[in-house]
Each structure stands twice: as C-alpha cells, then as structure tokens.
C-alpha cells in the first residue's frame, strides 16, 4: 500500500485531489490535513506509534498559521529523519519563480508542480505510467 500525506488548506482540493489520488492508486492510504501544524503533529503522532512514514507527501505552498515553506522549516531532525525516504512534491496554484528557486533550496523537495493533481502525474511519480 502506498501512502499519501495531503497537506491543503483547500477545501475543494481536500476532496478533489484525494479522489484523484484514489483514480490513480486504488491501493492507497491518503491522510489529509489543512495544516502544517496538523501535518507535523500527525508525523509525530507515527513516530510515536512507530508507523510507517507516508512515501509521498503533497504539500501546499500558501496556507494561513503557516506556509508550506515554514512547515519544512519548523521539522524537527528526528522529524527530517523519519522522512527522510518520503518524496515531497510542493503544490502551487501559480506558478511563481520565486517560490520555485526556493523549493530547490530545500534538499527534501523532490518536485514542484502547478495543481490540481493528474492521474497521469501520480501514475509517472509512483513508477507505474504506461
């Protein structure tokens, strides 16, 4: 089973992207939070009960509290650790150079791509496209 962690504020979003998600991968577990402080209580809650980290975790750029960028920033190194073999794709409604030249500061993003989600785009990340 692969594992997803959906980090949106979106409503909408919340609920399309899942199903997408759910389209591409019919064997999967999708946790979805509207936070990044719900996303890194959620990460401490797994390390807590020693569960498997999400493999892929699709992150929000612009979110009130905090943005996509400060949640990467406010990770703990035990929480780095954990992650360290999950794949984080930042989300973007714009596609804002600015935010693109920051993504690739960060060592852990390993995309950055404009939304919504495509069934063909989770397919090819996952290694299963035609």
């Given amino acids: 089973m692969i594992r997803f962690l959906l ?3 979106d409503d909408i979003i919340s609920v399309i992207h899942p199903a997408t998600i759910q389209r591409a991968i019919s ?3 999708i946790e979805i ?4 402080y719900e996303a890194i209580a959620l990460i401490d809650e797994l390390i807590e009960l020693q569960e498997a980290p ?3 975790i699709f992150l929000d750029i612009n979110m009130p509290e905090i943005s996509g960028f ?4 406010r990770l703990t190194e035990t929480e780095l ?3 360290k073999d999950s794949k984080i794709i930042m989300l973007s409604s714009s596609v804002n150079q600015k935010d693109i030249e920051r993504a690739k500061t960060y060592p852990m993003i390993r ?3 404009s939304k919504p989600l ?3 785009y989770i397919r090819e990340l996952v290694g299963l496209a035609n």
């Fill in 7 to 9: 980090i949106d504020d």
């Fill in 27 to 29: 064997d999967s577990d």
């Fill in 33 to 36: 939070t509207p936070s990044g």
């Fill in 54 to 56: 999400p493999n892929y």
């Fill in 70 to 73: 400060e949640f990467l920033d």
């Fill in 81 to 83: 650790d954990f992650l």
């Fill in 111 to 113: 995309d950055f791509i």
């Fill in 118 to 120: 495509t069934v063909e």
